[in-house]
């Protein structure tokens, strides 16, 4: 598919995240309004509430948009998420007899503020990307034990924490936590020393479910995705995660960029998982190409520094299993999803040094300090540094970018200033 | 304390589980009147909002009980809480010059359906009881590895699923999910054969935090309390839970019981936790009694059968860390916690076989089959089966009590039944 051009003439840039071709749904506020919904086109944002209000673009109920998050509007189901688009993109397409009355809805975006685009119901982590799980598995347990024996079967996760979860420039404070080294005799109670990422997509659920459903089924259920980073305190974890899995490593902040990049946008960039080494059982086969091309990229700015540095470059394609394999998965026990659930794919990460999604990695448990296009080193975080994850499929002559995912670290909190 | 008489002479009984002492907040409905909140006393309960709409008793603000859930009521704070019971408590005392303007707001429990008293913000799952937690490991890892390093510094809990957890009575669908015996070469996807109980408390979360708590505002954080049955899918479990957690071996349900015990009403029955084997470090460390004692007991009533059969009977003072040093260990690394979140206290069982609050404990991980009262052998669930979890606070001539906590298999859903 070539750009989809529009009158609204910085969505034809080759470099814009934001073309016709995506239109993605955000929430956004101004000097003057309150937050509301938008949509992204070049550089401007639509505001969908007062289109909506003044009769000019609605969904199938009124007042869908007559709040500050598009779970309302994800309840209508897919057919109204297909027609809404339909509509969406034919005003905004060049010639479109409807430039007159939209154009006064147009906001800059560099004038706006961005908040959560969608009220997170639940939020699941997966742990799906086979790189990551025998590279980490590989420091926590040693190379026999790799891979987990379950992992080439199931779509391993855990539940995360909803409250957790927020949107691309908001800081994000280095946690305090339980931390004992393999020669400590007791732990200590410590700011954390090794905070990091991990780049990840995050899948939205759309629909309600109350039982087990299809991995089809569960295709159709994914509304959109977003980007995600998932900070993630190693010495916490290493201590905290046996037998029950990560709980206050994982608590502390999940930023997501603020931009929903619907399926629909981003159906011609779909492929398939990767080949398997075991045959998967019935209920969680692949039933056609579910996974998305998507580059990625994960940069690290410190305090002072002139310019980011590019941390990693990766793909989403170099998931082991595709979200709607997750879900499907999620449901097996009839446990009920929600419109609004957030389900992060796990840490993305290829083959090569250079694509892999979290700094544990790259710095090989911190044996190995990266060196920043500054000159300076880094094997964790450090108090300053300023994180950014950025991604887009890539079209023919356009791209269906997600827009920053952007984190800065602050130190601990006082002891003193604990409530 | 003694008995509190009332003007409500079945909360006079030194059997009924809500004499004028307790007074827990539920939502109910009647054939004339949709989901409300609700006060239970005796065998009836006081229509709270009604009684807030025609301006006989308010919280601090308007409309506070126009809703479905104690959500509003608890945002209101612990000044309200505790000025709200005084009201409560004197309207109903014996001898009180309300009588005549309540008793036309109290409707017949017999009468009423009940519903979840509060809006799950989120719900975790702790692993707090040390013979629980000896046991499982020893079956699940061998005794020399039964009690994980961290059990002993770290209140060990995951996060669970929101969604999951439902009012005493719904019934409980057996589960699907992926198997694997330890002599299987490959896993298969099968109902649940090891499907089971954990008898638990759960602690409400009534207060926001968005940083680190002290034990001491964590306790003041907590509204109050529910039993709590955690059913647990053990085969699922087994072949999930490494390297994550339990993930789907939780998700199927989690029953609540409908009255919200405040912790109010349990102040008379604080204990001590156990002495400990190694000093908790200084955020965790308990600073006064904050662990309750609470008997409870768990029954069995196959299908058909004419009674129930007691599977075990425990005590919450079992806990070697209460839901206060719980919640303080849950903000550690700044998770937001909301009014409404759900901590499960983990599985209570004492040193005795007749004190184990799970099937897989009592029968030894199903080497053991329990002989029931009627004669029937169980190791764990079968279809059919209706387990009720109740408890009590039992006092001078009196009993604080939580309602049941009730809940039938039904059979796992056939798979051409799936969406």
Redesign the interface.
């Known amino acids: 598919m070539p750009i989809l051009n529009s009158w609204v003439s910085s969505a034809n840039s080759h470099d814009t995240d934001f073309p016709l071709n995506n239109l993605p749904y955000g929430v956004f506020s101004t000097d003057e309004n309150e937050p509301r919904c938008g949509v992204a086109i070049g550089d401007m944002i639509v505001d969908v509430t007062t289109l909506e209000a003044e009769g000019i673009l609605q969904a199938a109920e009124q007042d869908v948009f007559d709040v500050p998050f598009w779970n309302d509007f994800m309840e209508e189901g897919p057919a109204v998420w297909a027609s809404f688009r339909a509509s969406l993109t034919a005003m905004l397409a060049e010639g479109s007899s409807d430039q007159a009355r939209i154009e006064p809805h147009l906001v800059s975006m560099k004038d706006a503020t961005m908040y959560l685009p969608f009220a997170v119901?639940?939020y699941t982590d997966f742990?799906a990307g086979k790189h990551h799980a025998i590279n980490v598995?590989t420091m926590?347990?040693g190379a026999e034990n790799a891979l987990?024996?379950?992992w080439l079967?199931?779509p391993?996760?855990?539940?995360?924490?909803?409250?957790?979860v927020v949107v691309s420039g908001t800081d994000v404070?280095r946690?305090?936590?339980?931390l004992?080294g393999p020669d400590d005799t007791?732990?200590?109670?410590e700011p954390?020393k090794r905070f990091d990422i991990e780049l990840e997509m995050g899948a939205i659920v759309g629909s309600f479910?109350d039982?087990?459903?299809?991995v089809d089924?569960a295709n159709e259920m994914i509304f959109g995705y977003v980007i995600l980073n998932d900070w993630s305190?190693r010495d916490?974890q290493a201590?905290?995660?046996?037998?029950?899995?990560?709980?206050?490593?994982k608590?502390?902040?999940n930023t997501i960029s603020p931009w929903i990049v619907t399926t629909a946008a981003l159906e011609p960039f779909k492929c398939d998982t990767p080949e398997r080494e075991?045959e998967l059982?019935?209920?969680l086969k692949d039933t056609g190409p579910m996974l998305y091309n998507i580059d990625l990229m994960a940069t690290i700015q410190p305090e002072g520094a002139d310019k980011p540095s590019v941390l990693c470059k990766t793909n989403y394609n170099y998931m082991y299993y595709s979200s709607a394999q997750q879900l499907a998965?999620?449901t097996?026990?009839?446990?009920?999803?929600?419109v609004g659930d957030l389900l992060g794919s796990g840490t993305i990460s290829g083959p090569e040094k250079s694509t892999l999604g979290s700094m544990l990695e790259i710095s090989w448990g911190g044996k190995e300090p990266i060196t920043l296009e500054t000159g300076e080193t880094r094997t964790f975080l450090e108090d300053g540094d300023t994180i950014n994850l950025t991604g887009a499929a890539i079209g023919d002559g356009y791209r269906v970018g997600f827009g920053d995912c952007i984190g800065t670290i602050l130190p601990a909190?006082k002891k003193s200033?604990?409530?």
């Not at 946690?175 to 339980?178: K, R, S, T, V």
């Not at 097996?332 to 929600?338: D, F, K, L």
Request: aromatic content about 14%.
């Open positions: 119901a639940e742990y598995g926590f347990r987990p024996p379950n079967h199931i391993i996760g855990y539940n995360g924490r909803a409250s957790s404070r946690p305090w936590g339980q004992k007791v732990p200590r109670f954390c479910s039982g087990p459903v299809t089924t305190a916490i201590w905290e995660y046996q037998p029950l899995g990560p709980f206050q490593a608590a502390t902040a075991f059982l019935d209920h998965h999620h097996t026990a009839g446990c009920p999803m929600n909190i200033d604990w409530t």
